[in-house]
C-alpha cells in the first residue's frame, strides 16, 4: 500500500459574505476534490488539544501521528533541525522573524506592519541575518538564517529563562507595545530587538529594498521558543518508509525528527507562490522510488490567510486542486494500492488572519475502497455530518491502519 497525505497549510476558514455566506473552500472551484469527494471518508478532526495554541507546530505534530501533550516541546527546535543546527538539551531556540514595522522614534507607537517583511527573499535575508550575527552575536545568542523572513536564534544554556512572546502573524496591523517580549528574563530579548533595528536600518540591503517600493526587513521579532524535541520514530510505528516533501523548515524538522527522509524542491518557496506541481511529482516520486508513505505540505493558503488576502486563498485552493490533486489523480494507476488523505492542519481565518483552533475537514480515499455512501462534499461545513475525531493524533491511525 502507498499512502500519501496532502497538508493544505490553514486551507479551512469560515462563511465569507463577499463569497455568497460560502467558505473559500466552498467557494473555489475544486473539480479534482469534488470528484474524490464521491468516493471518500469525509469528516473533521481536532488537531489541537485543549489547552494548546493554533499553530501549525502543534497541529502537524498532531497530524503526523504524535500527541502533543506528549510530545510537544516548541516550534523553533523543529526548525533547527531542519537547518542543521545542533541544539544542547539546556539551549533554547526562538523563531527569529525579520518584520516590517512603522516609522515612529517611540517603539511603544510602531505598529506590526508586515510580519514577513515583504517575503524578503533569501539571499537578501541571508545578508542582514549574517549582519546580526556579526554585531550581535556572542556566545550566549547566535543567529542562524533560514528562508525567505523564517530565521533562527540559539540562546544557549537558557532552559529555565521565563519569557513571554507573541507570534508576529498575530499582530498585523496591531501596536506592538503591549506585545513586545516579556518576562523575567525577557527584557534581554527586547535589548536585542531594539539593537537590530539600527543594525538592519542602515543595511545596504534595506536601502536597496526601499529604493525600489519594497518593505524593508527593518527588525527581528522573535517567538516560537522551545527546547530539543524527541520524537518516536515514524517507521517504528507504523511499519512504513516515509518521505516529507516541504519547504518550510517547521514541517521539514518535524519529518526528520520522525525519521522521514526530507525531500527539497526547486522553486518551492513556502509563500503564496510556489512550485505546486513540482512538489507532487515529488511526493509521487518518492513513492514510485520505493518510499510508502509521503506528507507533503503545502503553505501556501495559510500565508494568503495571515494575508488577508482573499484572491490568493482561493487561488491557492485552486492550485492545490489542479496542480497537486490533478497530477495524482493521473498517476495513481502505477499503484496497485493507494490511499490519499487531504486535509489542513488548522484553520487561518481571513476575518482574523491569524490561526484558530477549530475542528478541520478531512478526507481519505482509498483506490481500491471507494466509498459507496460518501457525504459526497468535503468542505468545512459538509464534513460535520461525517465522523468527528476529538483526538488528531489518532487521525494517522484511520489513514493507515483502518483504526477508529
Not at 521558543?225 to 515514524?234: H, V
Request: hydrophobic share 40%.
Amino acid at each position: 500500500m502507498k499512502y500519501l497525505l496532502i497538508l493544505a497549510d490553514g486551507m479551512a476558514d469560515y462563511k465569507i459574505a463577499e463569497l455568497g455566506n460560502k467558505t473559500p473552500l466552498q467557494y473555489a472551484r475544486t473539480p479534482n476534490i469534488d470528484f474524490l469527494a464521491q468516493y471518500s471518508h469525509i469528516g473533521k478532526v481536532a488537531t489541537v488539544p485543549e489547552g494548546f495554541p493554533p499553530g501549525s507546530d502543534v497541529a502537524n505534530l498532531s497530524v503526523m501521528g504524535y500527541d502533543p501533550r506528549k510530545y510537544y516541546t516548541g516550534r523553533s527546535p523543529l526548525e533547527a533541525v531542519s537547518m542543521g543546527v545542533e541544539l544542547d538539551t539546556d539551549d533554547i531556540a526562538l523563531r527569529c522573524n525579520l518584520v516590517t514595522l512603522s516609522s515612529e522614534a517611540n517603539p511603544s507607537e510602531k505598529t506590526m506592519l508586515d510580519y514577513s517583511a515583504g517575503e524578503i527573499s533569501s539571499r537578501e535575508a541571508a545578508d542582514l541575518i549574517s549582519a546580526l550575527q556579526e554585531q550581535l552575536g556572542t556566545q550566549d545568542f547566535t543567529f542562524h538564517a533560514g528562508i525567505s523572513y523564517r530565521h533562527l536564534m540559539v540562546w544557549s544554556e537558557a532552559i529555565n529563562k521565563e519569557i513571554v512572546l507573541t507570534p508576529p502573524h498575530d499582530i498585523s496591523g496591531r501596536k506592538i507595545a503591549e506585545y513586545l517580549p516579556r518576562g523575567k528574563d525577557g527584557g534581554l530579548l527586547l535589548d536585542l530587538m531594539f539593537k537590530s533595528q539600527k543594525i538592519l536600518k542602515e543595511h545596504p540591503v534595506n536601502q536597496r529594498r526601499i529604493e525600489f517600493g519594497q518593505n524593508p526587513a527593518d527588525s527581528v521579532w522573535f517567538w516560537g521558543e522551545g527546547r530539543k524535541p524527541f520524537l518516536n520514530n515514524f517507521a517504528d510505528k507504523y511499519k512504513l518508509q516515509g518521505s516529507v516533501v516541504a519547504a518550510v523548515d517547521l514541517v521539514k524538522g518535524l519529518g526528520i525528527c520522525a525519521g522521514l527522509r526530507p525531500v527539497s524542491v526547486a522553486g518551492a518557496t513556502g509563500s503564496i507562490e510556489t512550485n505546486f506541481a513540482g512538489k507532487a511529482q515529488a511526493a509521487l516520486d518518492e513513492l514510485k522510488n520505493g518510499q510508502d508513505f509521503v506528507y507533503l505540505h503545502i503553505e501556501s493558503p495559510d500565508e494568503a490567510g495571515h494575508q488577508g488576502s482573499l484572491k490568493s486563498k482561493i487561488w491557492s485552493i485552486e492550485q492545490i486542486d489542479g496542480e497537486v490533486l490533478g497530477l495524482v489523480l493521473k498517476a495513481m494507476d502505477q499503484f496497485d494500492d493507494f490511499r490519499l488523505m487531504l486535509l489542513p492542519d488548522h484553520p487561518t481565518p481571513l476575518s482574523t488572519r491569524t490561526h484558530s483552533n477549530d475542528p478541520v475537514p478531512f478526507m481519505i480515499f482509498d483506490k481500491n475502497h471507494p466509498v459507496t455512501d460518501s457525504i459526497g462534499v468535503y468542505d468545512e461545513i459538509s464534513s460535520e455530518e461525517g465522523l468527528f475525531m476529538k483526538k488528531g493524533h489518532e487521525l494517522m491511525d484511520l489513514f493507515i491502519l483502518n483504526k477508529k
